[in-house]
């Protein structure tokens, strides 16, 4: 099993979540982050962290947000390691919270 990030991290990216990574798991694309599942030892650590209340374990991904659980690990295989906190993204406080933002996503 693995930690999941999902959908509410697209267009906020508050980054939070890499400063307590012990196995340094998180992936960054534009405007959302992934975990590698292969690396994830399940620590618990980040899910706190998130303002945005993004991160679930696998078998608790909230309904409907399944697909995010094959995304993780697809777009981590491609998206370069992050280990550093950085500014959240413009407007994150104004996404945060918003739903449908899966269109949204840039890869
Ligand atoms: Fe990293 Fe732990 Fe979160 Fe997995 S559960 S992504 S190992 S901080
Ligand atoms: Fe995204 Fe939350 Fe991390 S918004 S970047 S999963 S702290």
Known sequence: MAFVVTENCIKCKFTDCVDVCPVDCFHEGPNFLVIDPDECIDCTLCEPECPANAIFAEDEVPEGQ?????????????????????????????WNGKEGKLELLEK
């Open 66 to 94: 399944e697909n995010f659980i094959a995304l993780n690990a697809e777009l981590s295989k491609n998206w370069p390691i992050i280990t550093n906190v950085q500014d959240a993204l413009p407007d994150a406080d104004e």
